[in-house]
């Protein structure tokens, strides 16, 4: 589009040299030393550590306290109650420290324990497999101009042009039951399916910001370094452009995290999430919103646990981007 | 320019025949028969044979396809001997458990999404952008850190939990306003204001919240650019160089965001509609999904895309204008 | 004695930050009358620039403090509220910045954003103000007033740009014009028109100036007074005459006599030791202290504790030194002595490197899927060069003459088009990138910005340390000690092995970007513009480090760059290029004592030098107009749109690159013979029309190696080639 | 026959619990004397005039076309207010409402003597909704659309196994309806079903004796259809109405408005009480959203009822406390439903892993999640107490197995069981339509096979596809959630169908011929006492066999607005009365 441009680097070095004054250190390290400096980040770290660590650890802490995330307790409900949970705040008691399940009387904190389990695998493995295709494809396509660039520049065309939830939605019988046929339980090909879809439709947005990193950051002088080193082609999009899509990368993933386990939330909430026996945090809030005016304590546990990893998860990709975005909060004016 | 609309039309064109075929193609590889699916309980072979040949299920793909396109401009006629009824052009199918044509269907529900849409666009646009710029604007003071910190909030619920909050407070506990019962607004104006208040708010918190975050970076960015300091080196009044300088270059990467946003709540805002129970596409969508009913799948999911494609190209040209650097070649 | 218009007492401005308060400005002080320049240099860093937004009350208050008193006629500036200052601003003070790319409003034709300042400060109708336009623009020297009201900024040249930004700043006949770098963003030709165009306009308007700067060729062509800064004080002020023919301070001293002249050659540029100093953690004493040549001349080591004062001279002329007065003029005289002298010295060997009738053109592709080329940039066109070991080929030019496409190919980092690139007698042009594998061991490349051409996820070992993985080299002793040997013979402390880049300042990167290059001992090294980015005390280094390594281990370099001065302290011979062709080349000394080509001629009288008496004196040939675009090359000979010289005949016949002189080459038709005294066979002014019957070699072996021709034609002298001959062959 | 479950999953999709459709099948003893003036006896008189509004889940009614209508609330809403049948259930809550009256016929029919031939008069007056005479042969034209099976799809066919016409190789009737051009033989039809001179009498030869055939005429598929006006697949979008009201709106997913029919004549119709002036149906509100209006019960909703059931979070509310808020607008009451999970004879053959596995389900826990006490009482056998003749305790749970089984099951037993069976317990798959009860009771079943040491997989099922999977052998597997209503006040529509070999909801696959000559020999019997104690014999037979786990003995709620009148549950369709609600104060 612009020819003028092309040689205005030639001599516009001012901007740039205010930062020599600053004896630095490594850009991990500078960043790490911002984030730390963020008390919002580092609670909500905390927070997030916790999550992790209690939904890993939750088989034994479950067993610890002598829960079950899946026996039924027929004593927990009142029948004349239509198996609402007996007692008062949901059935809490000494065997049940957050009450029960309506209709199951199953344990809600176990439940809780190990819906992060599945929310928190579902979530991460999606953004993994987002993270690796949508970087592959995106420093393939920026590096390689011509016709693989067009080709998969087309393709996340199409791919972004799906309604995407719709087809998460109208996929799901097609597709698990593909999954099925492949030998997985019906739980799980739910789970698979979930990752499988989130990945599919996720990537080409991290493939476009890849891609338009590498396009500015291959005509950076270093790759022409290498280049004139006679380095080959892997070495240049691994070692060379990869090392510096770390921060866009770093800062996608913290982005999509919280929209991943907020999306399973509310495809479970739609009826073509997780099912039965699994527990999820979307399944839980998709059966406990019938329950707000009965039990409303059903539907503030799982509620308040995805508020607050969701936005535990946004305060901490806020900070992060902040820390990686090497334009804030160090220049001199 | 002309060329520049022509050949993106042409790539939008193709984008949809390939979404079609694609959409086509998944969907007929449902495990169950399509055939099956139109003959009710009371089914025997012979019937299931005879509906296959009379919706032109036992062609090839290829050519139940090809069928499907020469719908689109043809309109399609169904069935055989006295019993045959056509859809008119452009036909995108006939939905054999709802005994309607796609087309009608869609468009009978089309509006509804759209008031949704189009009013919490408005909503969030509005709330969304002032708020970000009167983050912007109070930079590094605590009225932005509470603007940013309650965006986030709002950011950080899912759409569905904020709807059903709302549903229960303000419908159920409160009684404010009655239970969302959805009439056209020209029948009920008054009726269709309540309805369609509470899922307006909804799309509106999410978004919005969204938007105050992406306006107020992009005006910082803006306002950090040398020719609002040339503006100021001016003698304009501050006013003026955020008016004037600041916003029109600030907000033009938000017009990507804020169209593509609305096609794609006009392609069914699935979450919402389901919670408040309004009528729209993406409820029309998500119980056919659930009633293995194709045809309005498939039509659903292209008027969706259709919706994505076109305001990709509108989004484009309204960059231009915007932006007299973009020239469209 | 008349009350100064400006007076500015005091000023200082410093910024919280993470790390600390930054202060930015410390306790300055100047006047400047109406009619009269003041020029502000400094390196980056040295609070120049904030010094002028802090009176422009651009400064954002919120975040900064500034103290002190500055007035403008009778307005105070540093109290007064913000409305007070917005209504000066524009129509008393004005401004122009740097970088006219963004400076101006992308979205606003430039004749609404004139018309806007203007009628901010002033009641006019639409219909005065557009016309008010009009005549700005044509005083600022925009062609075509009425058509390019209407264009939008991107529309324009960089050149073009700066000239609505003047416009927009004198529309309100302003009393005082800041200029900060106002030319540093552009090509010298275009510097030379702007800073004429201010000249001008300063006396139309009795404006007075400031002007910031780092450039002091600049300096000595405009200013009347100089204020010189670093780390956020004044440390010397005085008359232009004072700065530059009697500098008191070590660092002002320095500065002279780091830049690379294009009136002198020295052997070796003196630069200043060491990098400015944080502006957090400032030395104690004078905060020159530490870079300080002349510190040690003080006793007691008071330098290192003391804050001199700035001290007047004269009534015109002060300081901020330690150094008594004669210790301080007989510094700066030694040290400015040495700046003139130096020889020339021949280098006759066979050129390692060289490329043959290259042609390097990028195809302007259309359309999204199917690419089809609509266009040609002809960034080179048929270009000969050549460069022998231990020699450097200079290739000069304005941005977007080819210069760096050229040296690019020649490397092999672009494919040409068409001819070919010979190295070590071998013919690589076809090469594939697998074979040229091992070649790269002995060609490397310098580049242009530091920040860039190093990957800030390296460490200093592993950037310098990856030629030898790709290379598959094990020197003896390891990678890791060869590493820490390159880093210590550019000057780097081999224990930062493992820091990052961003560790290092803009001089230091440098060093580790030429510590790449020559760590396998290449023998041709490409340096495309290796100190522009470089601030000048730097940049003498640099340039002091590039040749050393020369010497040491005889490398090739060809040394693309836009500054003449720079090309002329480095190169032994020098190309210049315009629009993708070379019009001139020779060795240095014929170049800069007499070009022949009209281009070369008015690039050189366009660079200022840093020596007022002689500034006063040149004469100066403004080049009219722009570079032309390389999409569409203009017919014959692709300077005729803006040469002065110009004919008939320049528009249709395409010159070839004869020789004039012994060793000489210049394409023109009508070259400016004059100046070749008598060396020159040719006719007096035809150029090339009487010929001496030629030994025209075949054209495939026409390479632009003057040496090489030289030596095989003993008499060094009368070749030149017929255009009705050789026309079609080249 | 009739299932019709397919609403009733469709709606638990969505959102809600448990089928709420009821099966087209009336019961009670048959007598033929009741007087048609009589229609009102069982209600109060109501006030004419106001709206009255039904809100529903369904996006839509499944069919408005008589022929294809078969779903129970479809039947008593459309039978109520815009289609007469020949003879109708009587209004009225408890026994008496499943009593016939005439409807459009003059009475309740003649039979002849062998109960082969039936004949019905239609009365003066009766026409459709422009004013056209309804005669005997619009509903000779409306039945025969029933043949029609590849477009008049859903419907009940009665009408193709009882009328008298010559079946072809296949099985299938030789006449295939009235829209074919060409090639349908139409004499077989014209033989068996004949009209009068003055076109008003309809007389129908079936190919079995029939006795309670003037039961059967109560489903709109034997209603009538002008024939100019059929648009066949279409006629489900622009019917004609017979009854007091017609159909002025019917926007799907969104509304349905009924009209008076002006052309309705009163004095041809003692059935129908047509008291409000309007009717309007809601489609697609959330379950929830209608529960909580009609708790709410404000504004419009005061005359709102609920087409589908209350969901069992809000049963507490409004029946666990003595609410008088809620105490004149509310019915817990049986529906005909018995749930039950049946254990696939081919997936399973050995008896005593089959025993196990009933043994072994926690049948507490699947009343539990299906509501408590609300849901119903634990089953012990496929028939339920209102078929009161047929029923007697099965002792499944008490002896039948040797020892008593406790609710919350047995798994020691279960595996003593297994271990007895002498083979390995195959690993099983239980399929169930996706809605969070079923999939809540699935869990159940899950983690109690699980302790009895038997593997099972889970098998949601999209429910708009639930059947079409169960139905096919290939695709069925070893455990099915299942439910049945009785199409007669007789087991005779219970036993043959669930286990018999020809049984249309044989979905175990059972094939036991001494079984099967037992059954057919009770359905010969014409002695109704001792027919009862054989289906009883056979019930308990069945459960021996363990071909299916009953669990529940299923339970309705409803509730409605406070300013609706004659609102209860109507046995024959376990449904509202619609014909008879009314407006309290218009």
């Given amino acids: ?333 | 320019m002309t060329g520049y609309v022509i050949r993106r039309l042409l790539t939008g064109i193709l984008i949809l025949v390939l979404l079609s075929m694609v959409t086509f193609l998944l969907f007929n590889a449902l495990p169950t028969d399509p055939a099956a699916l139109t003959c009710g309980k009371s089914c025997t072979p012979q019937v299931i044979e005879a509906n296959r040949v009379r919706l032109g299920l036992d062609l090839p793909l290829w050519q139940q396809y090809l069928e499907f396109v020469k719908g689109l401009f043809l309109g399609r006629t169904y069935g055989s001997g006295s019993q045959t009824f056509t859809c008119d052009a452009p036909a995108l199918g006939y939905s054999f458990r709802r005994g309607e044509c796609v087309t009608p269907l869609i468009l009978g529900v089309l509006p509804v999404t759209i008031y949704l849409a189009v009013g919490a666009f408005i909503l969030w646009m509005i709330s969304g952008v002032l708020l970000g710029i009167y983050a912007a604007l109070r930079r590094g003071r605590w009225q932005e850190k509470a603007t940013l910190g309650a965006a986030l909030v709002g950011y950080s619920f899912p759409s569905f939990f904020i709807g059903l909050l709302l549903l229960f407070f303000v419908v159920i506990k409160w009684q404010l306003l009655p239970y969302p019962d959805y009439v056209p607004p020209q029948d009920d104006p008054v009726q269709f204001l309540q309805t369609m208040i509470l899922p307006w708010i909804t799309l509106a918190l999410v978004f919005a919240a969204f938007y105050i975050r992406l306006t107020r970076n992009q005006m910082l960015e803006t306002l950090g650019e040398d020719y609002i300091r040339t503006a100021r080196a001016k003698g304009l009044p501050e006013r003026t160089v955020i008016r004037k300088h600041g916003l029109r270059a600030g907000l033009t990467p938000i017009v990507t965001a804020a169209g593509l946003d609305l096609a794609g709540l006009l392609g069914g805002a699935i979450i919402v509609e389901s919670v408040f129970t309004l009528p729209g596409l993406g409820r029309l969508a998500i119980n056919s999904v659930l009633d293995a009913d194709l045809p309005v799948i498939t039509g659903t999911v292209l008027v969706a895309g259709f919706f994505i494609v076109v305001a990709n190209i509108i989004v484009d040209l309204l960059y231009a204008v915007i932006d007299p650097r973009v020239r469209l070649t | 004695m008349t009350v100064p218009f400006l007076r500015v007492e005091d000023l200082s401005v410093s910024f919280p930050t993470e790390d600390g308060v930054v202060t930015a400005v410390d306790g300055v002080s100047f006047t400047v009358e109406r009619g009269k320049t003041l020029a502000i240099v400094g390196e980056s860093g040295s609070g120049k620039s904030v010094t002028s937004q802090a009176l422009m009350g651009l400064v954002n208050k919120r975040n900064a403090r500034v103290e002190g008193q500055a007035w403008v006629g009778d307005n105070e500036l540093i109290s007064a509220t913000d409305d007070e200052l917005r209504k000066l601003r524009g129509s008393v003070m004005s401004m122009i910045f740097q970088d006219p790319f963004a400076s101006l409003h992308p979205f606003y034709r430039i004749g609404a954003q004139l018309a806007e300042a203007a009628r901010v400060h002033r009641d006019l109708s639409k219909a005065d103000a557009r016309q008010e336009v009009l005549t700005m623009l044509g005083k600022v020297g925009i062609p075509n007033p009425e058509r390019r009201i209407d264009d939008y900024p991107h529309q324009l040249s960089g050149g073009m740009r700066q000239r609505v930004m003047i416009a927009m700043a004198l529309i309100n006949g302003p009393s005082l014009l800041i200029a900060d770098e106002p030319t540093t963003a552009l090509d010298v030709t275009v510097q030379a028109q702007i800073m004429e165009l201010l000249d001008e306009l300063q006396d139309q308007y009795n404006t007075a100036i400031i002007l910031i700067t780092h450039d002091l060729g600049v300096v000595a062509d405009v200013a009347d007074e100089v204020a010189v800064m670093y780390a956020g004080r004044l440390v010397e002020r005085g008359t232009l005459e004072d700065i530059f023919y009697s500098p008191q301070m070590p660092y002002t001293v320095g500065l002279l006599s780091s830049v690379p002249r294009l009136d002198a050659v020295s052997d070796r540029l003196t630069p200043i030791a060491g990098q400015p100093p944080s502006l957090i953690r400032l030395p104690a004493g004078c905060v020159f202290q530490p870079r300080c040549a002349a510190a040690h001349l003080v006793p007691d080591d008071r330098c290192a504790h003391e804050r001199p004062d700035l001290l007047s001279v004269s009534s015109t002329h002060a300081v901020r030194c330690l150094l008594d007065l004669e210790a301080r003029e007989r510094f700066a005289a030694e040290s400015l002595a040495a700046v003139v002298g130096g020889t020339e010295e021949q280098h006759e060997r066979i050129p390692p490197s060289r490329a043959q009738d290259l042609v390097k053109h990028f195809p302007i592709t259309k359309g999204a899927i199917r690419k089809k080329t609509v266009g040609t940039v002809s960034a080179v066109n048929s270009v000969n060069l050549g460069v022998s070991a231990g020699e450097t080929l200079g290739l000069v030019g304005e941005s977007g003459c080819g210069k760096s496409t050229a040296g690019r190919t020649l490397l092999k980092l672009l494919e040409p088009t068409a001819g070919k690139v010979f190295y070590d007698g071998r013919d690589i042009t076809g090469l594939s990138r697998k074979d040229m594998v091992p070649l790269r061991r002995e060609l490397q490349m310098i580049f242009q910005d530091p920040y860039s051409s190093l990957n800030p996820r390296h460490t200093v070992g592993g950037i310098i340390s990856a030629p030898y993985e790709v290379q598959g080299i094990e020197p003896v002793g390891g990678v890791k000690r060869a590493v820490q040997e390159t880093m210590e013979r550019v000057g780097l402390n081999p224990e930062h092995y493992n820091r990052y880049p961003n560790e290092f300042s803009g001089g230091q990167r440098q060093r580790i970007g030429i510590a790449r290059a020559v760590t396998l001992r290449p023998k041709v090294v490409v340096c495309d513009e290796p100190v522009s980015a470089l601030d000048v005390s730097i940049q003498a280094q640099v340039i002091n480090l590039l040749q050393d390594l020369q010497d040491e281990f005889g490398i090739a370099y060809i040394f693309v760059a836009h500054d003449l001065s720079v090309v002329r302290q480095m190169s032994h011979r020098v190309a210049v290029m315009y629009l993708g062709s070379i019009v001139e080349i020779t060795d240095r000394h014929s170049l800069y004592a007499s070009p022949l080509h009209p281009y070369t001629h008015a690039l050189m009288s366009a660079v200022p030098v840093p020596d007022p008496r002689l500034e006063a004196t040149r004469e100066r040939i403004v080049l009219q107009g722009d570079l032309p675009s390389p999409i569409n090359l203009p017919s014959g000979c692709v300077f005729h749109t803006r040469c002065f010289r110009a004919q008939e005949k320049c528009r249709h016949d395409i010159p070839q690159l004869l020789e004039f002189a012994p060793g000489h080459q210049v394409a023109c038709h009508f070259p400016i013979v004059e100046s070749l005294g008598h060396d020159l066979i040719l006719g007096p002014d035809s150029g090339i029309v009487e010929l001496e019957a030629p030994e025209v070699q075949p054209p495939s072996e026409v390479i632009a190696d003057v040496e090489s021709a030289g030596s095989s034609r003993p008499e060094g002298i009368d070749y030149a080639a017929d255009p009705n001959f050789s026309e079609g062959e080249w | 026959m009739g299932k019709a479950y397919k609403n009733g999953l469709r709606l638990a999709a969505v959102a809600s619990v448990g089928a709420l459709a009821l099966a087209a099948c009336g019961g009670g003893s048959t007598s033929s004397d009741a007087s048609g003036s009589a229609a009102a006896a069982g209600v109060t008189e109501g006030t004419k005039g106001g709206t009255i509004n039904a809100l529903t889940l369904s996006e839509q009614w499944q069919h408005v076309d008589p022929q294809r209508m078969y779903t129970g609330v479809d039947i008593a809403f459309f039978t109520g207010y815009t289609t007469r049948t020949l003879t109708q259930y009587k209004y009225a809550p408890g026994a008496e409402g499943t009593t016939i009256v005439p409807d459009m016929a003059t009475d309740l029919g003649t039979a002849s003597a062998d109960a082969k031939t039936w004949s019905f008069t239609i009365r003066d007056g009766v026409s459709f909704q422009d004013g056209t005479p309804v005669t005997c042969e619009d509903i000779k034209y409306g039945v025969s659309r029933t043949f029609a099976t590849d477009i008049i799809t859903d419907g009940p066919a009665y009408a193709i196994s009882y009328l008298d016409i010559p079946k072809l190789e296949d099985g299938t009737s030789e006449y295939k309806g009235p829209f074919l051009a060409e090639g349908s033989i139409v004499a077989g039809f014209d033989k068996a079903v004949t009209c009068s001179e003055d076109n008003k009498t309809i007389t129908f030869k079936l190919n079995r004796p029939v006795g309670d055939f003037n039961y059967a005429v109560t489903l709109p598929a034997f209603s009538p259809v002008p024939k100019a006006a059929d648009t066949g697949e279409k006629y489900d979008d622009n019917y004609v109405a017979t009854g007091p009201y017609k159909i002025q709106e019917y926007t799907k997913g969104q509304k349905m408005v009924l009209v008076r029919n002006e052309n309705w004549d009163p004095a041809s119709d003692d059935y129908h009480l047509a008291y409000p002036d309007q009717i309007v149906v809601s489609f697609a509100i959330d379950a929830a959203a209608i529960d909580q209006r009609l708790i709410a019960d404000a504004g419009e909703d005061k005359t709102a009822v609920m087409v589908g059931q209350l969901q069992p979070e809000n049963l507490a509310t409004i029946f666990g406390t003595d609410d008088p808020r809620f105490k004149d607008r509310s019915v817990d009451g049986y529906d005909p439903y018995v749930r039950y999970t049946v254990i696939n004879t081919q997936k399973v053959p050995n008896l005593k892993q089959r025993i196990a596995i009933a043994v072994a389900i926690n049948r507490a826990e699947v009343i539990a999640a299906r509501g408590g006490d609300f849901a119903g009482d634990i089953a012990d056998g496929v028939i339920k107490p209102n078929l009161a003749a047929d029923y007697a305790p099965s002792g499944m749970w008490t002896d039948m197995f040797g020892q008593a089984v406790p609710d919350t099951g047995d798994p020691e037993f279960a595996k003593k069981l297994i271990a007895e069976s002498g083979e390995p317990m195959p690993e099983l798959t239980y399929q169930f339509p996706q809605n969070p009860v079923d999939e809540k009771i699935a869990a159940s079943y899950q983690a109690a096979l699980a302790k009895a040491g038997i593997t099972v997989k889970l098998e949601p099922i999209e429910p708009s596809q639930y059947y079409g999977i169960v139905f096919d052998p290939e695709k069925a597997q070893a455990l099915i959630r299942s439910g049945w209503a009785p199409d007669w006040q007789n087991a005779s529509t219970v036993i043959p169908e669930l286990f018999g070999k020809t049984g249309g909801f044989n979905l175990g696959l059972v094939d036991d011929p001494a079984f099967e000559a037992k059954v057919q020999e009770a359905a010969a019997m014409t002695d109704r006492a001792a027919q009862g104690k054989a289906w009883q014999a056979l019930n308990k037979e069945a459960m021996q066999n363990a071909w299916v786990v009953p669990t529940v003995f299923g339970k309705a709620q409803f509730l409605w607005g406070s300013n609706v009148g004659n609102a209860f549950l109507w046995d024959p369709y376990g449904s509202m009365p619609y014909g008879a609600l009314f407006v309290k104060s218009a």
């Fill in chain 1, 1 to 333: 589009m612009s020819l003028d441009t092309a040689d205005a680097s030639a001599a516009s070095p001012a901007a740039a040299s205010t930062e020599d004054t600053f004896a630095g250190i490594s850009l991990r390290r500078l960043a790490w030393r911002r984030l730390k400096r963020d008390k919002g980040a580092m609670i909500a770290m905390g927070v997030l550590i916790l999550v992790f660590v209690t939904a890993l650890l939750a088989p034994l802490i479950v067993s610890v306290l002598g829960l079950s995330p899946y026996d039924f307790d027929n004593s927990a409900l009142d029948p004349a109650l239509g198996s609402l949970p007996a007692g008062s705040w949901g059935g809490v008691s000494a065997d049940h420290p957050l009450g029960v399940e309506p209709l199951t009387g199953r344990d809600l904190l176990a439940r809780l324990l190990y819906g992060a389990r599945v929310s928190m695998f579902i979530a991460l493995t999606a953004v993994t497999l987002i993270a690796i295709i949508g970087t592959v494809v995106g420093i393939v396509a920026g590096y390689k101009s011509g016709w693989v660039d067009t080709i998969i520049g087309r393709s996340t065309d199409l791919l972004l042009a799906f309604p995407f939830i719709l087809m998460l939605i109208a996929l799901s019988p097609v597709l698990t039951q593909r999954l099925e046929a492949l030998g997985l339980s019906p739980e799980n090909a739910r789970i698979i399916y979930l990752v499988i879809v989130f990945a599919f439709f996720g990537w080409p947005y991290l493939a476009r910001l890849i891609r338009g990193q590498v396009l500015s950051l291959r005509e950076r002088e270093f790759v022409e370094a290498a280049v004139a080193s006679g380095a080959p082609t892997r070495r240049i999009l691994f070692k060379e452009i990869l090392p510096n899509l770390w921060a866009p990368i770093i800062v996608y993933v913290t982005i999509s995290l919280p929209t991943l386990i907020a999306a399973e939330a509310a495809l479970s909430y739609l009826g073509v999430g997780v099912i039965e026996p699994t527990p999820s945090w979307g399944k839980m809030l998709a059966d406990s919103v019938r329950y707000f005016a009965v039990v409303p304590t059903y539907l503030f546990i799982p509620g308040t646990a995805l508020f607050v990893v969701v936005y535990a998860f946004n305060v901490f990709g806020d900070a992060v981007r902040d820390a990686l975005d090497p334009r804030t909060g160090r220049n001199l004016r």
